[in-house]
């Protein structure tokens, strides 16, 4: 194991993919002997920000408690594994900046392929404008600029994803090579 964490940030559309690439990338660790433990925005929003709703300034103020999170796990040598949508650039690059060992992975996949992964109706809720505010149908979601990593959900498999993490981790000498 190593004594340093660092802070695995996966980013994406509702339904691209995260979540599952980011218990997949925890599974890898744990068999390999790291700490690890995941914060999904899902699950943060139950229990760490309940209460707070989707404007863009709860929004934010739900991203820096993840971060804040993140960083004290990471900081006391646990791999802080994020899953959220995180849509806005500015509070990601705080994050980043507050956050020693920072990897933003960027799951990249088609808001066509989203929708049509969508089991929860959550896309065509908001397009019918039952739900308003949702992340890139009637709010913004700004892919990063220079993400770590990025990957494509709809074209690459879910292994070769996990292993374009690690290969990233690995050359950042964040995680030591073999299996």
Known sequence: MRD???????????????????????????????????????????????GLGFSKEDRDTN??????????????????????ISPYRSV???????????????????????E???VKGLYAKARSGIIKGFTGIDDPYEEPLNPEVVCDS????????VAKVFTALIEMNLLVGGG
């Open 4 to 50: 340093k964490g660092f802070t695995l940030w996966f980013t994406g559309l509702s339904g691209s993919g995260k979540s599952t690439l980011a218990r997949a990338v925890e599974t890898e660790l744990k068999k390999r002997n790291y700490l690890v433990e995941v914060l999904d925005g899902d699950v943060i929003r139950t229990n760490l920000s309940q």
């Open 116 to 118: 049509a992964r969508d």
């Open 92 to 114: 990601r690059n705080e994050v980043r900046n507050m956050t020693e060992n920072f990897v933003e992975v960027y799951v990249n996949t088609l808001l066509s392929v989203c």
């Open 63 to 84: 991203i820096r408690r993840i971060g804040f999170v993140a960083n004290l796990l990471s900081r006391n040598g646990v791999i802080a594994v994020v899953s959220a």
């Open 154 to 161: 709809e074209k690459e498999t879910l292994e070769e994803s």
